[in-house]
């Protein structure tokens, strides 16, 4: 997650995170934050939501496929706040490394090296040397040892206060389980902090590496489902009385989405077209419906939309003269799993319209004059 710097201005950064559960269990009911009709699960270390505008997408913490916040955490707090040098472009890198300032904070050998340094050698103890001179039989005064000053005691040194970035996440998190619940809040900001206060935030290299993996929560996977215009095939303009099928113009699902172990896609489920026919039923197909080939002998089934126009489009005029409306119903479904694909739980289904203009002509007939 790349950080925005405005002075001392608050930048918040929305991700949508969802609650406790599994892929066997998923909540589809009630949703937390945002607009509240967000549907949340969560499978593993990933949080999923879906809206009921098709946006979708998952978060999760780290990269490694763990069985729980509580799993990757291993014993730690999640993180709330934690500092990054002054201008630095990355809230959360992926490869930890020491700040200046906090390696200034640290004591040095007298060459410079960092801590741990080989300790200087000490002199083994020696005897003392025997006294000079020629001995006159006559004890010598005992001569008083001159007072030894006590050194004086070192003097504190506290590195002097800095501004720092301070990035914090705002999640409610069950007790129980380590789970984000609901929306989640990235905050960034700049404190002035010295590095040796005890008060301060812990530096992102302080955290532990479940910690860090928890904050990897604000990168966030996303889709959005767009459902395209209707075609007839295999005629573009259909006929009066011919047979066409409804499908939908671009059928290929959105990519799917897939991180630490856990994978989210949307398919379209079903299809409902309303030919624009007065006195004429909707027409309703599995999948994003089928195209139709000439000369195709299969023109029903489950997942055809047949239909024939018993009139033509004369005196419609929906977008283009001559052009009937005809009204489309996608339903999606939104599901994830997080066993490589063997099963899917269902997040939540969306419904999508479209309205798109289709011309139908009189049958075609061909007039051989008499000779």
């Known amino acids: 997650m790349r950080g925005k710097r405005a002075g001392a201005v ?22 937390h934050g945002g607009s509240g009709d967000d549907r949340f699960a969560s499978a593993g270390t990933c949080v999923m939501y879906a809206g009921g505008t098709g946006r979708y997408g998952m978060r999760c913490a780290g990269a490694v496929r763990k069985r729980n916040f509580l799993e990757l955490l291993q014993g730690a707090p999640p993180p709330t ?4 040098p002054l201008g630095s472009r990355d809230d959360t890198p992926d490869e930890p490394v020491r700040s200046r300032l906090q390696a200034a904070a640290l004591p040095t050998s007298p060459d410079g090296t960092p801590p741990p340094w080989p300790a200087p050698e ?17 004890p010598s005064a005992p001569t008083a040892a001159p007072p030894v000053e006590p050194p004086p005691a070192p003097t504190p040194t506290t590195a002097p206060v800095q501004l720092w970035t301070q990035v914090c996440l705002d999640p409610p998190v069950d007790p129980r389980t380590g ?30 590496p479940g910690q860090q993996a928890f904050a990897d929560l604000a990168d966030e996977r996303a889709g959005r489902i767009v459902t395209s ?9 259909p006929r009066v009385r011919q047979v066409v099928s409804f499908s939908l113009e671009d059928t290929t699902p959105p990519p799917p989405l897939e991180k630490a172990g856990v994978q989210m896609r949307a398919r379209v489920l079903s299809l409902s077209v309303d030919p624009g026919e007065p006195g004429r039923a909707a027409v309703t197909c599995e999948g994003p419906g089928t195209e139709l080939t000439r000369g195709a002998p299969d023109r029903t089934g489950p997942r055809i939309c047949s239909f024939d126009y018993h009139r033509t489009s004369a005196r419609s005029d929906f977008g283009a003269p001559e052009n009937v ?23 939540r289904d969306i419904t999508q319209e479209r309205s798109t203009g289709l011309r139908v002509q009189e049958v075609q007939t061909l007039v051989v004059p008499a000779p």
Not at 184 to 201: E, H, L, W
């Open 10 to 31: 608050l930048v918040v950064l929305g991700a949508l995170l969802l609650p406790a559960g599994s892929a066997a269990a998923a909540e589809t009911g009630a949703g």
């Open 81 to 84: 706040c934690w500092l990054r």
């Open 122 to 138: 000490v002199p083994p103890a020696t005897e003392p040397p025997p006294p000079t001179g020629t001995p006159t039989g006559e």
């Open 179 to 208: 789970v984000p619940q609901g929306r989640v809040t990235t905050v960034t900001s700049q404190v002035p902090f010295s590095p040796d206060d005890p008060a301060r935030p812990p530096l992102w290299e302080e955290l532990t």
């Open 229 to 237: 215009d209707v075609m007839t095939s295999p005629s573009l303009v």
């Open 325 to 347: 409306e005809v009204r489309t119903t996608a339903t999606w479904r939104i599901e994830f799993s997080d066993d490589d694909g063997a099963t899917w739980a269902t997040l």
